[in-house]
């Protein structure tokens, strides 16, 4: 695979990393578009306009999760990043591969035309409405792409040898503190 190098105007060969997040986002835009597909469905599909409502409230990435990526692994109940389930004390199985999603939208400086001072983009918030063109406000923000692993893909973690040790101590000095009484015959 090659890839067209902006900085010196050439073209490279992708390294094992950059071919590795291609085809996840490659991966990612197949998700969507069946996510959108379904979501249409879905709408077009819907008993009551509430119902209507609420689906078409919905993230794209909660049909991913739903209707996609979901089916594929049976017995998933919830998608959480790495850092969320190592703070519940659970650990990644080896081999795991990550389900990508979009993530929040992040902003992109915009380069002044007269030099190359980047300065900061004006939130999509502060703009009046109707006053940006899709292509403007594509070029101002981007979904990023975000590693979400299920639940079927993570073990409890067991507590390390060190701790048992540390415990051990700990319990002797109870125990001298509080001895218990020794029945004499």
């Known amino acids: 695979m090659k890839n ?5 105007n050439e073209e490279r ?5 950059e071919q590795n997040r291609k085809a996840q986002f490659e991966r ?4 969507s578009a069946e996510a959108r597909a379904i979501r249409e469905m879905m709408i077009n599909e819907a008993k ?15 049909f991913i999760l739903k209707y996609v990526y979901t089916p594929a692994a049976e017995g998933t109940t919830d998608f ?10 659970y ?5 795991s591969k990550a389900f990508p999603v979009w993530s929040q939208p992040t902003k992109r400086e915009k380069k002044e035309e007269d030099g190359d001072t980047p300065k900061p983009a004006v939130s999509l918030m502060e703009d009046a409405p109707g006053t940006e063109s899709d292509k403007t406000r594509y070029e ?15 073990t409890r973690r067991e507590p ?9 101590p700990a319990m002797v000095a109870a125990a001298m503190a509080h001895p218990e009484p020794i029945a004499v015959f």
């Not at 990612?28 to 998700?31: D, G, I, S, V």
């Not at 650990?91 to 081999?95: A, L, N, P, S, V």
């Open 4 to 8: 067209f190098d902006t900085n010196n």
């Open 13 to 17: 060969e992708l390294t094992a990393k």
């Open 28 to 31: 990612l835009l197949a998700a």
């Open 48 to 62: 009551s306009a509430a119902q209507a409502l609420f689906l078409e409230g919905q993230p794209l990435n909660y």
């Open 80 to 89: 959480k990043k790495f850092n969320e389930w190592k703070k519940e004390g």
């Open 91 to 95: 650990t990644i199985i080896k081999g």
């Open 140 to 154: 101002r923000e981007r979904f990023n792409m975000c590693y979400l692993f299920s639940n079927l893909q993570v």
């Open 160 to 168: 390390a040898a060190a701790d048992e040790e540390e415990t051990a």
